[in-house]
């Protein structure tokens, strides 16, 4: 028989008649887990997700999800226990706890020798150093005494980085000094030794989005324009106007080169710095090993969406056509704003912009929180200034109210 052959854990739920469908876990209840729910019901596979609290938003989308602590093996073994693959939500997940499932056999994608990577910033520069991809001058420095003999070599203004744990701009502070820097010295009370980087004078920022499978199949979505507004991801244009096509194909070519060396699995985002003048015209920031904010756009404005896309990365099946489906396609966040009841401005924002997709997330309103997005696709003869307004009105319309 050819469930026999496969055994699957999650038989109660994912046993249709003769035809076996796959569980997967997801580490975390945050709205990522939550936009994975619409594509694993689609293709039938059973979506669980271990929340950090009973009010998280991917709950109520789930039919099973357990409360309980990531940073607990025991929480983490008996969430693992009934699911066919383990994958995430966020990369807070300590590094030697996944080790120690996969010891036990646990199916844990993306490995946690890869997901290290995403984890920690300072592990990440080496790596890209290794690979010898682009990277800003950087170091590791231990005390505010190497910051300033960092800024006096590279010049100042420098970034200061946490390693671990940092996300929307929490985790980085701009010093223009080595007075700054003497200023800074209760983070190495957090952490130690921190990132500094120089202060790159980039013209904007870029997402180059990958997915890649276990048996090796990689395949990339076009690299996207990213606006990142106090450290938070803001706006998204796909593909970026104006890239030029030698700088695309690099930075695409080295999204998936990072991929394939370090073994990623699932989807994997890299925020590059766009530096015209600069070979090869790009800088990488950083590594994100799941769906993420830059890759919202591909949900609506892509064959394949990201979050479709991770489930069938992590499950070894073959990837999705990543192509856009408009010349231009512009997701734009909302984050909490001056209106709490956010159906209430529906009517006017669907109204409003009737090519608008919107994406909410279910959660508080709170000031700044992501909250959700609007995906609009460009018509041929839209110029990009024209879908970046459309998706604005209807994404403002919902935070601010009508
Ligand atoms: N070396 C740098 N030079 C200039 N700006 C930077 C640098 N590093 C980070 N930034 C800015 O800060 C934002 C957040 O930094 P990032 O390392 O991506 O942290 P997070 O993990 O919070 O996303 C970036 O998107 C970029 O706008
Ligand atoms: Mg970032």
């Known amino acids: 028989m050819k469930q026999a052959q496969k055994p699957r854990t999650g038989e109660s739920f994912g046993t249709l008649g003769t035809v076996?469908?796959?569980?997967?876990?997801?580490?975390?209840?945050?709205?990522?887990?939550?936009?994975?729910?619409?594509?694993?019901?689609?293709?039938?596979?059973?979506?669980?997700?271990?929340?950090e609290a009973p009010d998280v938003c991917a709950v109520p989308v789930v039919a099973t999800a357990p409360v309980g602590d990531y940073k607990d093996l025991e929480t983490l073994r008996s969430f693992a226990r009934g699911v066919d693959v383990l994958t995430f939500d966020h990369e807070h997940v300590p590094n030697g706890h996944l080790q120690a499932l996969i010891a036990e056999g646990v199916n844990v994608q993306p490995r946690p020798d890869a997901l290290v990577n995403a984890q920690d910033k300072l592990v990440m520069r080496a790596a890209i150093e290794?690979?010898?991809?682009?990277?800003?001058?950087?170091?590791?420095?231990?005390?505010?005494?190497?910051i300033a003999a960092f800024g006096d070599t590279h010049g100042w203004p420098v970034v200061l980085k946490m390693p671990r744990g940092g996300y929307d701009g929490k985790g980085v502070k701009v010093l223009r000094s080595a007075a700054d820097a003497d200023a800074a010295a209760d983070?190495?009370?957090?952490?130690?030794?921190?990132?500094?980087?120089?202060?790159?004078?980039f013209s904007r920022e870029l997402s180059?989005?990958?997915?890649?499978?276990?048996?090796?199949?990689?395949?990339?979505?076009?690299?996207?324009?990213?606006?990142?507004?106090?450290?938070?991801?803001?706006?998204?244009?796909?593909?970026?106007p104006g890239l030029p096509t030698e700088v695309e194909a690099a930075a695409e070519a080295a999204a998936l080169r990072i991929a394939n060396e370090l073994g990623v699995t699932g989807v994997m985002a890299a925020e590059l710095f766009e530096t015209p003048g600069r070979a090869p015209g790009f800088l990488i920031n950083e590594l994100a090993m799941r769906p993420h904010n830059t890759g919202h756009w591909t949900m609506d404005g892509s064959v394949t969406g990201q979050f479709e896309q991770h489930l069938r990365a992590v499950l070894d099946l073959p990837l999705g056509a990543t192509s856009a489906l408009g010349s231009i396609v512009v997701m734009k966040n909302f984050l909490g704003g001056a209106n709490q009841d956010l159906f209430s401005a529906y009517p006017a924002a669907l109204a409003a912009e009737p090519t608008a997709k919107v994406h909410s997330y279910?959660?508080?309103?709170?000031?700044?929180?992501k909250i959700g997005h609007v995906n609009v696709i460009g018509s041929p003869n839209d110029d990009v200034a024209a879908v970046r307004a459309r998706a604005t009105t209807a994404a403002n319309i919902i935070k601010d109210g009508a």
């Open 20 to 51: 076996t469908f796959p569980v997967i876990g997801v580490v975390g209840g945050g709205q990522l887990a939550r936009m994975m729910a619409p594509a694993a019901v689609a293709l039938g596979f059973e979506l669980r997700v271990l929340a």
């Open 130 to 146: 290794r690979l010898g991809l682009p990277n800003p001058a950087w170091a590791a420095v231990s005390s505010p005494a190497e």
């Open 187 to 201: 983070w190495f009370e957090a952490m130690s030794p921190l990132l500094v980087e120089e202060m790159v004078a």
């Open 208 to 240: 180059a989005l990958v997915a890649r499978t276990p048996s090796g199949e990689a395949r990339a979505w076009p690299v996207a324009e990213s606006v990142q507004v106090d450290g938070v991801c803001d706006e998204v244009i796909a593909p970026a």
């Open 362 to 369: 279910g959660k508080s309103v709170r000031p700044g929180r």
